[in-house]
């Protein structure tokens, strides 16, 4: 079945410690964005990326990295500069940039220790 | 300001209990209005997408419609397999990122 695989589920991270999150897709779509999810507030995008080896900055990427060295894959970073890295993140993923419906993992959620 | 707004926040339902939520945005030139359902500790799935004021999609209990300011999800007699957030998104002016209301938590109870 197509679909996007996000690893782990479950991450604890202690202070000073940069974590990856894992995003992986068979659905042979171009585009692929990363969104933070916090209680009571909408998805906020932290990068996405038009097309293999490009990736832009979304509205809260201080803290976060990101590389699309193939298509299927778009992993996150999350650094030890990012001050509140405690959230839900969810991956996504579109047939082209910024057109139809978004497809998503089942998410992956980070905690500091 | 591009924006969206979803209405109520949280909202319970007996068992059968008809009921509406509410989607306002404010963008330009709109490029389509998008329904999600996420479950508790999952991603959203996608439900709907709908493009032009007046228009209608239907899946089993929902119906969602569109105006120009706003957009309505119908839940006729709900069931508890029905509990979720609904999430509202629209692309913003220029089309390039999508944004994202903060959802309706619906709660219905047998």
């Known amino acids: 079945d197509g679909g996007i695989t996000q690893s782990p589920k479950y991450l604890f991270r202690k202070e000073g410690q940069n974590v990856t999150l894992s995003c992986e897709q068979n659905?042979?779509?171009?585009?692929m964005y990363w969104y933070r999810q916090d209680p009571g507030q909408g998805l906020r995008l932290i990068y996405y990326?038009?097309?293999?080896?490009d990736f832009q900055k979304g509205d809260i990427a201080e803290g976060y990295s990101v590389s699309r060295e193939k298509k299927e894959s778009f992993p996150l970073t999350v650094t030890s500069a990012q001050k509140n890295p405690t959230a839900f993140y969810l991956c996504a993923s579109s047939i082209k940039w910024g057109t139809g419906e978004l497809f998503f993992g089942e998410g992956s959620r980070l905690t500091v220790l | 300001e591009d924006q969206v707004t979803q209405s109520p926040e949280a909202l319970r339902l007996q068992e059968g209990e008809s009921s509406s939520l509410n989607c306002s945005y404010t963008?330009?030139?709109?490029?389509?209005l998008f329904w999600y359902r996420q479950d508790p500790g999952k991603g959203p799935e996608f439900l709907f997408t709908?493009?032009?004021a007046g228009e209608e999609k239907e899946k089993e209990r929902l119906k969602a419609t569109l105006t120009k300011k706003e957009s309505f999800l119908h839940i006729t007699a709900p069931k508890p397999e029905d509990s979720a957030t609904y999430l509202c998104a629209v692309p913003n002016t220029g089309g390039f990122k999508t944004i994202f209301g903060a959802g309706t938590r619906l709660f219905v109870k047998a």
């Open positions: 990326s038009q097309i293999v080896n």
């Open positions: 659905l042979n779509h171009d585009a």
């Open positions: 709908l493009y032009s």
């Open positions: 963008v330009s030139g709109l490029r389509g």
